[in-house]
T-cell receptor
Framework: RKEVEQDPGPFNVPEGATVAFNCTYS??????FFWYRQDCRKEPKLLMSVYSSGNEDGRFTAQLNRASQYISLLIRDSKLSDSATYLCVVNVYGQNFVFGPGTRLSVLP | GAVVSQHPSWVICKSGTSVKIECRSL??????MFWYRQFPKQSLMLMAT?????????EQGVEKDKFLINHASLTLSTLTVTSAHPEDSSFYIC????????????FGPGTRLTVL
């Protein structure tokens, strides 16, 4: 089983749609959780950290369920500019970051 | 946020040559840096962890004699792909974590290597 797994995608959604990405991790010692986005041929950029209480940043909402070792990202009112690959990233403090395989999102006009 | 630079951003070389890629943390010190490789339509795969003042730690399956890593200072790590071959063509990305909690990591812009 991979350390971090994500929805296989791709997701093709119309502008304005709400889309949710799921991620599961296998290492129960994981302490930090992030969502990154990566545009084609570019480096990953931090979208948001994920906190135990859940957190929201504008149209983006992240949730963490430690018991289920599950992380989610919800994008509301999707824009064309949201088209990218979304990477779930998990870290055990002091160790390397583990990336999920990513889920590609295409927002269509 | 913290800035990490990489140089060069792209390189094309002949098979058998060696290529050096630099990764710098511009406004913070990084005792640890990570080197990743990403093939088309695949996720980032950690190659090695670069440690300032000590040897790098390589992931399973990564040849340490082929991918030489030197963490020369608290702001610079270099990856040298020795005797590059076409199968080494990839997108190489470095990153440096911050020391805060939750610790985040900042990525360099990547180096696209094409070996002919």
């Amino acid at each position: 089983r991979k350390e971090v797994e994500q929805d296989p995608g791709p997701f093709n959604v119309p502008e304005g749609a709400t889309v949710a990405f799921n991620c599961t991790y296998s290492n129960s010692a994981s302490q930090s959780f992030f969502w990154y986005r990566q545009d084609c041929r570019k480096e990953p950029k931090l979208l948001m950290s994920v906190y135990s209480s859940g957190n929201e940043d504008g149209r983006f909402t992240a949730q963490l369920n430690r018991a289920s070792q599950y992380i989610s990202l919800l994008i509301r009112d999707s824009k064309l500019s949201d088209s990218a690959t979304y990477l779930c990233v998990v870290n055990v403090y002091g160790q390397n970051f583990v990336f999920g395989p990513g889920t590609r999102l295409s927002v269509l006009p | 946020g913290a800035v990490v630079s990489q140089h060069p951003s792209w390189v094309i070389c002949k098979s058998g040559t060696s290529v050096k890629i630099e990764c710098r943390s511009l406004d913070f010190q990084a005792t640890t840096m990570f080197w990743y490789r990403q093939f088309p339509k695949q996720s980032l795969m950690l190659m090695a962890t670069s440690n300032e003042g000590s040897k790098a730690t390589y992931e399973q399956g990564v040849e340490k004699d082929k991918f030489l890593i030197n963490h020369a200072s608290l702001t610079l790590s270099t990856l040298t792909v020795t005797s590059a071959h076409p199968e080494d063509s990839s997108f190489y990305i470095c990153s440096a974590p911050t020391s805060g909690r939750p610790n985040e990591q900042f990525f360099g812009p990547g180096t696209r290597l094409t070996v002919l």
